[in-house]
């Protein structure tokens, strides 16, 4: 396979309106929305009902799949026949061992942990049907220093990748606030270095903009995004509240430019998921995220 160009030398028009305004119209008829699947996290469905009974629901709400954990401690016979009768899709699935036993451990033990529940994720998400595993690749800290996680995690995904490509399903890296390929520029260097179709980039919007800018991020990454999370974060909480309060902020009313997301996307060719990564809740919750994030889908 020929490696990826390294930085893709694509540039945003100027944005037609503003995310300011949450009064939004439907796109034009001629005009393709890059966002246009819906999903959310399992997670997120907080209320008391059977896994098929959640699965109505979000779908009766305008989702069009649920993600789920892996590992997880439901039996996969009853989501696999919860999935097939509700008519909702599994898009993909999220590891749930990488942050307490990254790919970069000091502990070779731990590491294998780790690679081992990701090639347990691959064969869960074969059996629901998705298409790829979100993967938090590393963790630096004190007593983990930057290239030595690059090296360790490196080593680990390399193992994982032959298992990826039995099973057809992909490797999806999230952006998240670990310390590790903290810059689009290393993303794209980490992403390539495998040479593989197997491994993409998981595009976390909201988790950007403490520190950068989705769209320049969107307009270097390219083809290398697979996924798409939806999320928002606001510079003004962050300040005057702390870090983590950025978050706490409805989809639309924070600081990621919708309008220039959208139309990164749109340049680079992506087409399809974006899974809502917030805080979750009951039926009209839910509801609310779903109608916020058609319109978030309009911004084009």
Request: proline residues 3%; contains cysteine; aromatic residues 8%.
């Amino acid at each position: 396979m020929k490696r990826r160009k390294f930085v893709q030398s694509t540039a945003i028009a100027t944005a037609a309106f503003s995310t300011a305004s949450m009064s939004f119209c439907a796109p034009e008829s001629n005009i393709t929305m890059p966002l246009n699947k819906k999903s959310l996290k399992f997670g997120m469905i907080k209320e008391d009902l059977s896994i098929l009974d959640k699965f109505k629901l979000v779908k009766s709400l305008g989702f069009d799949g649920v993600e789920m954990d892996s590992p997880n401690d439901l039996d996969d016979k009853e989501i696999i026949a919860a999935r097939d009768e509700a008519g909702i899709i599994i898009p993909g699935v999220v590891n749930s061992v990488h942050w307490k036993k990254p790919l970069s451990h000091s502990d070779p033990a731990v590491r294998e942990e780790c690679t081992n529940s990701m090639i347990d994720a691959f064969h869960k998400c074969k059996s629901y049907r998705g298409t790829t595993v979100l993967l938090v690749p590393a963790i630096v800290n004190d007593e983990i220093r930057y290239d030595e996680a690059w090296e360790r995690s490196t080593a680990e995904i390399k193992k994982m990748l032959p298992v990826a490509k039995e099973t057809g399903i992909k490797i999806a890296i999230e952006n998240v606030w670990n310390n590790f390929l903290i810059s689009p520029m290393e993303a794209a260097r980490y992403i390539d270095q495998f040479d593989s179709d197997m491994i993409g980039w998981y595009m976390d919007i909201g988790n950007i903009v403490r520190y950068g800018w989705p769209h320049h991020w969107i307009q270097i990454l390219g083809k290398r995004i697979i996924k798409v999370d939806i999320k928002d974060y606001s510079r003004k909480k962050q300040s005057e509240e702390g870090i983590w309060e950025g978050f706490k902020v409805k989809l639309g009313d924070g600081d990621s430019d919708w309008v220039k997301v959208n139309q990164a996307l749109q340049e680079v060719g992506y087409n399809g998921w974006g899974s809502a990564e917030v805080s979750g809740g009951d039926r009209d919750r839910l509801k609310e995220i779903s109608d916020r994030m058609d319109r978030l889908y309009a911004m084009v």
